[in-house]
């Protein structure tokens, strides 16, 4: 088999799991979906930041008043990309329902006999869908539910074919405080059933997550604005980590952001990135820190969105 197959498997059991971690399985999951997000250090969960906040808080949908498509594109690791591509519609009540998949898939990889003939590919696909509800309870406080489904599916020569699914469910909140401008976020991602695949016996867990965060927006003048972002995150009983953010908005044309973050499996450091409009469509991007492991020193995500 070819072995440059290795890093990238290795890489991506590794991404989210410490020495001492409760390790998880399914961790494209963790990988962070979003430009503007990733930029600000991952510092969303009390953002109402349009599409995206269907990966971070279900609840952020709810101020959503047009119909809004979300693109992204990250590689995530070497030989490896992660996509995201979501679509949000607000109802005549004033809620708003959204769908999105996510796909992380490592590009085939030749397998050659002791002789080096060719035997085929290895293939490995990762995915996740999920429909979202959000709605505003009152005036301060909104409300999000998504119900997902993860899928696996791997193939090879010599083994064949072998995929397995779970289910699972997000659930947020956000409060606006009677301070102006600052809001309390929290949500529990990825709660569900355990990801076992065809003829094995082993069973990979889904990284429930909890986030507990806050923003605070202020208006300098009507053509700037600024965005801080503080959240905290814990993958099951691992250790809890942080993230900060912050976001210049320039007539709400174009974008300055920088940020921190610390991940488990000892990944921290600054977080940046940039995003301007033309007419409807936003263009935003991000650089973030990751482990070694993935074959980058950084990784670098690519988001569009178009507002309807």
């Not at 979906?33 to 709810?62: C, F, K, Q």
């Not at 009540?93 to 060719?118: E, L």
Request: glycine share 10%; net charge negative.
């Amino acid at each position: 088999m070819n072995l440059k197959i290795i890093p990238a498997l290795l890489a991506f059991v590794f991404i989210a799991s410490g020495a001492h971690a409760v390790t998880t399985g399914v961790d494209f999951l963790k990988l962070g979906i979003g430009a503007r997000e990733t930029g600000m250090g991952e510092a969303s969960v009390a953002s109402h930041s349009g599409v995206d906040s269907s990966y971070w808080n279900p609840a952020g949908l709810s101020d959503i008043t047009q119909t809004e498509l979300s693109l992204m594109h990250s590689d995530a690791i070497i030989d490896a990309s992660l996509n995201f591509v979501g679509v949000a519609v607000p109802l005549k009540n004033g809620d708003v329902i959204c769908v999105n998949t996510i796909v992380y898939v490592i590009k085939p990889v030749p397998v050659t006999d002791a002789s080096g003939q060719s035997m085929g590919d290895l293939n490995w696909l990762d995915g996740a869908a999920a429909v979202s509800y959000a709605r505003n309870i009152t005036d301060s406080i909104s409300a999000g539910l998504s119900a997902k489904i993860v899928h696996r599916m791997e193939s090879d020569p010599i083994f064949g074919r072998s995929e397995g699914s779970a289910y699972a469910f997000d659930a947020g909140a956000i409060y606006k405080t009677h301070y102006k401008g600052l809001s309390v976020g929290y949500a529990l991602l990825n709660t569900g059933t355990e990801l076992q695949m065809t003829g094995e016996v082993k069973k990979d867990t889904l990284p429930q997550t909890s986030r507990l965060g806050l923003t605070y927006e202020y208006e300098l003048d009507k053509n700037l604005h600024l965005v801080g972002s503080w959240d905290f995150h814990r993958i099951l009983d691992n250790s809890w980590h942080t993230g900060a953010g912050v976001e210049i908005n320039i007539r709400n044309e174009f974008f300055l952001r920088t940020g921190f973050y610390e991940k488990d499996g000892s990944i921290s450091g600054n977080t940046f990135g940039f995003g301007f409009m033309v007419n409807q469509f936003r263009f935003d991007y991000s650089s973030i820190p990751v482990s070694e492991m993935t074959g980058y020193n950084r990784n670098n995500k690519f988001s569009l969105s178009v507002f309807f």
